[in-house]
């Protein structure tokens, strides 16, 4: 009885030393609209190409909205109007992640004087479509900042590809700020940061974003997701270090039990040699 309780405490030992190592290795990394992977530096793709359809937080006095950039992640964002009758044909934007889980966030217009308002999307991630999102403007002249559009969580550990497309017969605006990607690290290589904007995790991380909205939105599986805060701050929650803790503490609690059974068995073959 003895033997079999020690060699069930060392492979339990074994299987938590491996759950803590998997706990620790997810991070949620951003994807800027401008600066792009935080890790790898990779960029956004917007198409079409047309000079004057996507316009940046450098367009002067020919762009109607004009964010406040130091509520804008990072300082910066992409937009674009949507005109079917401007003969550009459709607009989109792309990017890819390797990853569990995708955050998609929007700056929002309401009521801006001469200028299209209404926002909405759909998304498709690996070539299907996974979701679509629609704002009507309201009659308050703010803007929306961190506005969470789209999220889907339980994504397979791979490369994936995410694509934001505007399509149809209204006139709509997409102002893409950035992105937020748990990954989780599957293989034993590392690649440069283009900046500190990883955070320690577990596996389901979930950055949640700060602002609410009475927009409509389909096709997401959590409804909450989050980014920090309202400022450009790249630093995402994380409880990576509670649930390694608590692991630790499991891990060294059945250490031991290991150590307990082990010396009250030597004393039994002690007595029975004696």
Not at 16 to 43: F, K
Not at 111 to 130: H, I, M, R, S, W
Not at 184 to 206: F, I, K, L, V, W
Request: charged fraction near 15%.
């Amino acid at each position: 009885m003895g033997s079999i309780s020690c060699a069930w405490a060392s492979r339990a030992l074994v299987l938590l030393t491996l759950i803590s190592r998997v706990l620790g290795d997810a991070v949620n990394r951003t994807i800027d609209d401008s600066l792009g992977d935080s890790v790898t530096g990779q960029r956004p793709t917007y198409l079409p190409e047309t000079p004057g359809v996507w316009e940046d937080e450098t367009c002067g006095a020919g762009c109607f909205i004009q964010p406040d950039r130091s509520l804008a992640f990072d300082g910066t964002w992409t937009a674009a109007t949507y005109k079917p009758s401007n003969g550009v044909g459709n607009v989109s934007l792309s990017f890819n992640f390797h990853g569990t889980a995708i955050y998609i966030f929007f700056i929002l217009a309401n009521n801006q004087p001469n200028a299209t308002t209404k926002t909405e999307c759909n998304f498709t991630l690996d070539g299907a479509v996974v979701g679509n999102y629609s704002h009507s403007p309201t009659s308050s002249l703010d803007l929306e900042y961190n506005v969470t559009v789209f999220s889907k969580t339980g994504l397979l550990n791979q490369d994936h590809t995410f694509q934001i497309g505007a399509t149809g017969t209204d006139d709509v605006f997409i102002n893409f700020d950035y992105a937020i990607y748990t990954f989780e690290n599957d293989q034993d290589n590392s690649t440069p940061t283009r900046a500190s904007s990883e955070s320690s995790g577990t596996s389901d991380p979930s950055p949640l974003a700060g602002s609410s909205t009475s927009s409509e939105s389909s096709g997401t599986s959590d409804p909450s997701p989050l980014a920090g805060s309202s400022t450009s701050s790249k630093q995402t929650t994380s409880t990576g270090a509670i649930v390694g803790g608590v692991v630790s503490g499991i891990v060294l609690s059945v250490t031991l039990v290991v150590f307990l059974l082990w010396r009250k068995r030597r004393r039994s073959q002690n007595t029975i040699a004696m």
